[in-house]
Structures are given as C-alpha cells and as structure tokens.
C-alpha cells in the first residue's frame, strides 16, 4: 500500500510536469543497481510541492474539524484544541522540512538519497494516516476530547519521523565523509539536532565501524530494552 503511494506521487509528478521535469537514469556503483532521481534542483523543489499536496488538504481538513469543536466549548476545551492545533502544525512543517531536505538530498546525491527519499515518503504515507485517524476518531464519537486524540495521536508515533530525520543526516554524513560518526551528536544542521534533541534517551547510538552503524529506539512504550523496540541499521550510507 505505501509503496503504491510513493509510486503515484512520482507518476503523478510525471505527467503534471511532463518533459520540462522528469527523472534521470544513473547506475550506483556500490550496489550495482539503477536509480531514477530528479533531473535539476528546480525539478526537485516541484516534485517536493507536488508531495506536499497529498497530505496538506487533510492537514486543512483535520484543523477545521478542530475549530469547529472549540467553537462553543469551554475553556478547557478551548486550550486543548490549541495544544492539539500547535502540534499539528509543528509536524506539518517538520514533515514539510524533511521532504524537502530528502528531494534536493536525492537530486544532489541520487545513490545515497534513495533510501532517504524514499523513507521520507513512507513517513508522509503515515501522516497522511493519522491524519485521517483524527477525523474518523471524532467524526465516530463527538464526545472525544481533543486531549484523548491528542494521547492517541502522539503515543510515541512521531518518533518514527525523528528517527528518519537522523537516518538521512547519517546517510548525508557518510557521503561527505566516507565514514560514519563515532558519535551521534557530530552531525551537523539543526533539523538532525532537533530530532536528537526530542528523542533523547529514548535513542541509542552505536557506532560499529566507519561503514556501519546501529540505532535503537523505543516503541510506542517510550521504554527502551523493551519488547516493542525498534533497530534500523546503516551500511556505507545506505539504511539496511
């Protein structure tokens, strides 16, 4: 189902854009494989706004439904529905964020931005999800408080996209050094350092030589060495 999705974005980019934007062929010489990546950075920034349409009107839709419930509500309902409304859009713009960093990331290094761009995708096929979760939770019972879809909404989900934000700034970082970090904390920009900075303790970093690496997070617990845990591993730039 989300590779469908991130295959109709691209198809649809296609035909949207016709021959003025298409994608260019190369040959990566790590794996021997092919890779189609976008052929300029213009064409680049037009298939990030056309990824960005797939999940803005739900965005547009989800926050409507949130006024609508604040309108005659009380005060503590009011603040919640705010605290639900800034989340909200502190992830669309963090999701907004790491499409754009994946595209241009892609476009500049097609071998070593592949699997970015494609987790990146992954990651908007998810929101898009929860999105529509929100809207189903309260459309099916109109008693929901915005606090109990907010619990439901931000039970440990989003360290998923946080945890793809360091994964690509690993991958960015092994193409400009031919090495992985010792430590976590030697990536540069501030959107990995935000990541790192709201997963904290919830995240391990192991360094395992200068081709690989190992993270491990919490699940949905927020605990880690727990059953629900999660590892993703990278090898010579490339998430395994």
Known sequence: MKKLFICSILISSYFLYGCSCTYKSMLCPDTNTPVLY????RCAKRYYSDAVQTFSP?????VKLINQVSIT?????KNEAITLKEKMTSEDQLMQGVLFTAFLSHQQRPCHGDATLAKALDD???YKVKLETIRADYNNNKDLR???ILDKYYDGKD???NVGIVMGALDRFYADNTRYPTDIIQLPGSLAKKALNVLGARLIYTY???????????GQDYKLNT???KIEKGFKGKSK
Do not use: R, W
């Not at 739900?58 to 989800?62: F, G, M, P, R």
């Not at 509500?73 to 309902?77: C, F, M, Q, R, V």
């Open 38 to 41: 976008p052929k300029s950075q």
């Open 124 to 126: 908007v096929a998810n």
């Open 227 to 229: 059953s629900d845990d």
């Open 208 to 218: 395992e030589s200068d081709e690989a690496y190992k993270l491990q997070f919490a």
């Open 73 to 77: 509500a009380d005060i503590g309902l």
């Open 58 to 62: 739900s965005v547009k839709a989800t």
């Open 146 to 148: 915005p606090k109990s």
């Open 159 to 161: 360290d998923g996209t």
